[in-house]
């Protein structure tokens, strides 16, 4: 961090315009505080890293009183750092202001593969801790702690066997249909290795015994030994986050994966607000207000990803349909090192390679890089807004909205305070609204190639003063992985925009400024 860098941040922070969850601050002017490791190894285990301000007040006047010795606390952050595992390696920065010295800890995110980062102190249990969105530090989770541990040691939950598990019970069918399929595309294995072997090849046995990706697979009833393995689906008669209002229908899903899947869509189905009379629509027949091609994505990749340990077993999927969107959720969170921002833009790891592999093999999914993609562009193609993802601590969400946008109203600035995506619109439930005629595919091709360009001009225009990523999608109104990939990205490419830290792409204090014209 340079120092004018520092100085920015704590003007910043007194003008409270900084994340809890990156910057912690430390009054220190009299004497270094007696416990910072909560923070280093909570700043280490998150992404982003954090920044620990010595000298700044934390409280409703947040003042800079100085450190009462800058080489001395220096050395303490080194110290403090060094009883880490692994050791931690700050950069530390100092500048003086209103002749006061404050000195900043940039503690930088660990590679997942290197987590959890704790105190060794007090050992991995009660030394690891994690950064809470109201900037907080909470002691890890054991399950959040294992999460890290499976990922170093490509530990695969799906492949681990299934106490008293027997084919018996396997449904011959979808199997017979699975062992030609795996023949067809493997001729040598059909000539050389008898059935039994090929499946403990793909991972649906092991030793004579089913895997877990096996039984869920291919079994008439795998809820016989995983009892909450399924999926609850519930239909909401209210809008409200967290609503307690009477639901109109609720139905606890069971049955092998692909069985689970296809009742869920059904349940959407059935259960869906009908699709509105206005717009294009993703599929002419289907008379749902989502895409059911986006819904038995969203769907599938709930069961092919989630997490299988014995940690969250007990946990069902969750499907909630309310009058304006649906929300599932699933047990696990993102799995490696991929970003929320990521997501359909890099090859991910997977977490269940053998159940990703067995529906495949079955036709019932695609490859695994293309659910998401495929989910946005169904969900513009219907004119709804792009599906929206979140996750928290080993809680993965997504969610689809059914209110319809114009491609005017896409690339409008947006009041609201989440600006992840659009909730403007028409409502579809909405009797005495006006309908909306669809464009041809050219009309729409040119009106989208319009408004791609105002919106270009129109960041041009406003970074003549150096902004934040933030800043942009307050000024466009579209998530920030759109932007970045449709707009920031070309845009510097083209040498119209560029970093104010270039050599730092991702730093915390990136800007984006307009590249003056010779």
Do not use: W
Not at 12 to 23: A, H, N, P, R, T
Not at 39 to 63: C, H, K, M, R, Y
Not at 98 to 106: K, L, N, P
């Amino acid at each position: 961090m340079q120092k004018e860098e520092l100085m920015q941040l704590i003007r910043d922070v007194q003008l409270l315009k900084i994340e809890e969850q990156k910057v912690e601050l430390k009054s220190t002017n009299i004497e270094f505080p007696k416990q910072i490791y909560d923070t280093i190894s909570a700043f280490s285990n998150q992404d982003s890293g954090g920044i620990i301000l010595f000298g700044v007040t934390d409280g409703p006047l947040t003042e800079v009183v100085g450190v009462y010795d800058a080489d001395d606390v220096e050395r303490k952050i080194v110290e403090n750092c060094q009883q880490m595992e692994p050791i931690v390696h700050p950069v530390l920065t100092s500048c003086t202001v209103d002749g006061r010295t404050v000195v900043a800890a940039e503690i930088p995110g660990v590679e997942i593969s290197h987590r959890p980062v704790y105190y060794a102190g007090i050992g991995v249990a009660k030394g690891s801790f994690v950064r809470t969105e109201n900037g907080k530090n909470s002691v890890m989770t054991s399950y959040e702690a294992y999460r890290y541990r499976a990922f170093q040691k490509q530990f695969h939950e799906d492949l681990r066997t299934v106490d008293r598990g027997n084919t018996r019970f396997f449904n011959q069918k979808r199997l017979k249909d699975y062992l030609r399929a795996v023949k067809e595309e493997h001729p040598t294995l059909a000539e050389e290795l008898p059935d039994e072997e090929i499946l403990e090849l793909m991972g649906i046995l092991y030793d004579g015994t089913p895997t877990l990706a096996g039984m869920i697979s291919f079994s008439n009833y795998p809820q016989t030994y995983f009892p909450q393995l399924s999926l609850t689906t519930t239909a909401y008669q209210e809008t409200k986050e967290n609503s307690v209002e009477q639901f109109t229908n609720r139905k606890r899903i069971t049955g092998a994966v692909p069985n689970i899947l296809e009742d869920a869509l059904d349940f959407v189905k059935q259960n869906s607000p009908a699709k509105p009379r206005f717009g294009e629509a993703a599929v002419p027949s289907e008379n749902c207000a989502y895409p059911l091609r986006a819904v038995r994505e969203v769907i599938l990749n709930a069961l092919v990803h989630r997490d299988y340990s014995v940690y969250t077993e007990g946990t069902p999927i969750s499907l909630e349909l309310y009058p304006d969107r649906l929300v599932v959720r699933n047990s696990g969170g993102l799995y490696g090192d991929t970003s929320l921002e990521e997501l359909g833009t890099s090859r991910p790891e997977i977490r269940n390679p053998a159940l990703a592999n067995i529906l495949q093999t079955l036709k019932i999914s695609h490859n695994c890089y293309s659910g998401i993609p495929m989910m946005r562009a169904e969900m513009r193609r219907a004119g709804l807004p792009l599906p929206e993802f979140r996750q928290e601590r080993g809680e993965f969400e997504v969610t689809l909205r059914c209110q319809r946008i114009s491609l005017a109203e896409e690339f409008r600035p947006m009041p609201c305070a989440n600006p992840i995506m659009p909730s403007v619109g028409l409502n579809p439930t909405k009797q005495n609204a006006e309908p909306v005629l669809p464009l041809t595919p050219a009309e729409n091709q040119h009106v989208e190639s319009q408004h791609e360009e105002q919106t270009r001009r129109k960041i041009a225009d406003f970074c003549e003063t150096p902004r934040t990523r933030q800043e942009l999608i307050e000024l466009t109104g579209v998530s920030r992985y759109y932007l970045i990939s449709k707009y920031i990205q070309p845009m510097i490419e083209e040498n119209i925009l560029a970093y104010t830290v270039p050599d730092r792409p991702k730093s915390k204090f990136q800007k984006f400024v307009t590249v003056e014209k010779k």
